[in-house]
């Protein structure tokens, strides 16, 4: 199976969460309950032991996913070729949570504990190269799969009555309380979450972390392909009512939220993503390649690619040559800048190609059904590998603020 798929299997993320930030089930969101009939509640599931280092991905002192290759070669236009070998921190001051996204493909409506390739896959991609500046914590959480949404999107409902639609939630909750009681300690943290993860950890910082003391703690929430909502205009409320979008890079106590859609093809009216879920709302969008607004680099970290499910996602990065790591960098290439249409807000990635260089002109990611590609999902496979590298530098950044500040100021410079 493709890295690339893999990272962003989200291409089939679950859409319900990631257009309504909740961890409602495909069956309670396309059949409620008659007014006058209540559903009856599901069984209670017995929670999970997280004290298990089975029970996660990636886990300070375990051998897991984080530890898969993030080694990568640098393109330049050229056809020059360098190879980046990963190096993780040695000392972290700073913990990373990851809550993955729609991956899952168990049979069922609700995933099991048992992580497979696609678990593992999306871990390389979208969170393993954080253990450069974090130590890295992924629990593993019976997600709503990539199977029961297929099953959606072609008309056939699984079975869902019997399971509880915030089954995911507790058990992402469950994973942060043993976190905070076991390994916290006071140190700061990153939360990363990218599709169905984002909207578990939106419910997770409103109802955890959002104006409580903990806050404190945060550098930032990382929520890739999300719908973050603030008023119109605003970097609070919405979502949240006291946790602002991030505006600078030593900024503390921000979001970082954004749905990435190529420049060319903006969101059509149908997206998935972008769209405001109220009056007076509208859909968060940061730019991690310029956090103060405009264009910026996007310094990414793009999979090597491959087949998937019959689609081609090959690339022939380098004329006459072979990469031999897990990850490619083309310096110069991307550029993103937040924009609105009559749709909603999105991240515009722009290519800069060179016809006379030797490297590619074009990336792949595009999600594609039956050979066409799909608009409506824009470039929701790679949010988190086209800012990989913009999004490592801004927690460097948080991470040596939050280090300058004394113990009593450290408040005050999270709610600035």
Request: one cysteine or more.
């Amino acid at each position: 199976m493709s890295r690339l798929m893999l990272a962003g299997i989200a291409a089939v993320a679950l859409a319900a969460c990631a257009t309504t930030n909740t961890t409602t089930p495909p069956k309670a969101q396309a059949q409620a309950a008659p007014s006058s009939t209540l559903a009856p509640a599901p069984p209670p599931m017995t929670p999970n032991d997280y004290s298990s280092p089975a029970s996660w991905l990636c886990l300070p002192g375990t051998e897991g996913a984080c530890g898969a290759s993030e080694d990568a070669t640098v393109l330049s236009a050229n056809g020059a070729t360098r190879v980046e070998n990963f190096q993780p921190a040695s000392n972290p001051s700073v913990d990373c949570f990851y809550v993955y996204p729609t991956v899952s493909l168990d049979p069922g409506v609700v995933s099991d504990m048992n992580p497979g390739p696609e678990e593992r896959g999306v871990v390389q991609q979208q969170f393993a190269r954080f253990g450069a500046v974090c130590r890295t914590f992924a629990p593993m959480y019976r997600q709503f799969t990539l199977t029961a949404l297929a099953a959606r999107m072609q008309g056939r409902e699984l079975p869902a009555a019997n399971v509880d639609p915030k089954l995911g939630y507790h058990d992402v909750v469950d994973a942060w309380n043993y976190y905070l009681a076991h390994y916290n300690n006071g140190r700061p943290f990153v939360l990363v979450g990218h599709s169905q993860g984002s909207g578990v950890l939106i419910q997770l910082i409103k109802n955890e972390i959002d104006g409580k003391p903990i806050e404190k703690q945060m550098l930032s929430a990382i929520l890739m392909g999300s719908r973050v909502q603030v008023p119109i205009g605003k970097d609070v409320g919405g979502s949240f009512q006291s946790t602002p979008l991030c505006h600078a890079s030593k900024q503390l106590g921000c979001v970082i939220a954004y749905a990435s859609f190529r420049a060319t093809v903006p969101p059509p009216a149908n997206s998935r993503f972008g769209k405001a879920e109220g009056p007076g709302l509208e859909a968060a969008c940061v730019n991690p390649a310029a956090l103060g607004g405009g264009s910026g680099p996007a310094h990414a970290y793009l999979s090597k690619g491959g087949m998937f499910n019959g689609v081609d996602y090959t690339t022939d990065w380098v004329k006459g040559k072979t990469i031999d790591t897990p990850f490619v960098s083309m310096p110069g290439f991307l550029t993103a800048r937040c924009e609105k249409n009559d749709v909603g807000t999105y991240l515009a990635i722009t290519m800069h190609p060179d016809p006379k260089g030797r490297r590619t002109n074009d990336i792949k990611g595009d999600v594609v059904v039956l050979g066409q590609v799909q608009p409506d999902w824009g470039l929701h496979l790679l949010d988190a590998n086209l800012f990989m590298g913009n999004l490592l530098d801004i927690v460097r950044s948080e991470t040596k603020a939050y280090g300058a500040k004394k113990p009593g100021e450290r408040l005050s410079a999270l709610q600035k």
